[in-house]
């Protein structure tokens, strides 16, 4: 980042510039491929982690976007749409712009983490005709390639 502060200052995350001066990304690139290399697969997802630190935009959001969208469509996930809110005209914050921007967009269904669970306004989106459910993360356990660090 260029500054520091970001959360203090209230800076939008729209505006939140990425310091060209530093390395970061070559950096980051060489820390996961320290870590996974010698992971299952790994050879086969080099194309798309170079990809994802080729070009770094100036914002931060642009970037998480572009690399969201590479991730989805490396996912099968290529007819997907993506619209930023900022591209909307909804308004209010809370589960009130999240209703705001599902209307704008069409959708009808929310799916959200479990911890939303306690600041969703449930009540609002179904007076609004939407609906919503709680993920239930139950992973399946597989052999890690480092030690656990509980």
Do not use: C, K
């Amino acid at each position: 980042m260029r500054a520091r502060g970001n959360i203090t200052d209230g800076i939008p995350i729209s505006e939140i510039r990425l310091d060209p001066e530093q390395d970061w990304s070559r950096s980051h690139r060489e820390q996961l491929h320290q870590a996974y290399r010698q992971a299952p697969h790994y050879d086969e997802q080099t194309e798309l982690l170079d990809q994802l630190y080729a070009t770094i935009p100036e914002l931060l959001a642009d970037y998480t976007i572009a690399t969201t969208i590479l991730l989805a469509r490396a996912l099968g996930l290529g007819e997907t749409r993506f619209v930023r809110s900022s591209e909307l005209d909804v308004a209010g914050d809370g589960t009130t712009r999240v209703a705001a921007i599902m209307e704008a967009v069409g959708g009808t269904h929310l799916v959200n983490g479990p911890t939303a669970r306690a600041y969703t306004d449930e009540a609002l989106l179904r007076s609004r005709g939407l609906s919503i459910e709680y993920m239930d993360y139950a992973y399946t356990e597989y052999p890690q390639l480092h030690a656990p660090y509980d």
